[in-house]
């Protein structure tokens, strides 16, 4: 029997709150974002659908605090951000986006939420989508650009073309089939290959585009 609002007095509010959340996280790796439903919510949690809107007012408020909570881009945190960028930013640029690589891989999670971030428009997406522009705004302003200079834009462009590339090949991977341009990207070698080319890219980058030879 589902839990009921009158459920024994003894049941707390915060595992409630988490066991609504972690059914969202379960459906979303599961069976995709377009499940994302009050009645399926509930049934997965084991709970009566009126605590959704009892703890979070809507489905979407739902949806949105569990999307927010999850730190999709975990490789790129204060704790992580080493203190000398003398080369401006240049291994740890490979190392975020190596991390980025594989984790995309590894996260069903997130590859859903990109997906759905293509296919509709919600403010928990936008906010998701701010903070991510919010934490590379930061090392763009502070770190690259002023090592570039006249040349940042550009390196900006090359860099939204690798993290589109590294999302996009994924993807592909996840749902289309693995072989892309040649390379299986479901087996170890062929991933390899393309961590190779991410970290000579970036490598080729640095030397053709610095401002002035530091």
């Not at 009566?48 to 408020?61: E, H, M, P, Q, V």
């Not at 594989?102 to 296919?119: G, M, N, P, Y």
């Not at 996840?174 to 991933?191: K, M, P, Q």
């Not at 970036?202 to 053709?208: A, P, Q, S, V």
Request: net charge neutral; glycine share 8%; proline share 2%.
């Amino acid at each position: 029997m589902k839990d009921g609002i009158s459920k024994t007095p003894s049941r707390n509010k915060e595992n409630t709150r988490q066991r609504l959340l972690d059914a969202v996280g379960e459906i979303l790796r599961s069976e995709g974002y377009q499940a994302l439903k009050v009645n399926q919510i509930a049934a997965t949690a084991g709970l009566d659908k009126k605590l959704i809107y009892n703890y979070f007012g809507s489905k979407d408020n739902l949806v949105g605090e569990y999307i927010n909570s999850k730190d999709f881009w975990s490789n790129v945190k204060a704790d992580s951000i080493p203190a000398d960028f003398s080369d401006g930013g240049k291994n740890f640029t490979i190392e975020v986006l190596l991390q980025q690589f594989d984790f995309v891989r590894t996260s069903a999670e997130l590859q859903k939420v990109l997906l759905w971030r293509l296919s509709e428009e919600q403010p928990f997406l936008r906010l998701m989508t701010q903070n991510q522009e919010n934490v590379g705004e930061e090392l763009f302003k502070h770190v690259m650009d002023p090592y570039f200079g006249k040349n940042a834009q550009d390196y900006r462009a090359i860099t939204a073309i690798l993290v589109a590339g590294i999302y996009y090949l994924n993807l592909y991977a996840s749902h289309n089939g693995s072989i892309f341009c040649g390379i299986d990207l479901g087996e170890t070698a062929g991933r390899e290959k393309i961590r190779q080319a991410l970290s000579f890219l970036i490598h080729k980058t640095y030397e053709g585009l610095q401002d002035e030879p530091k």
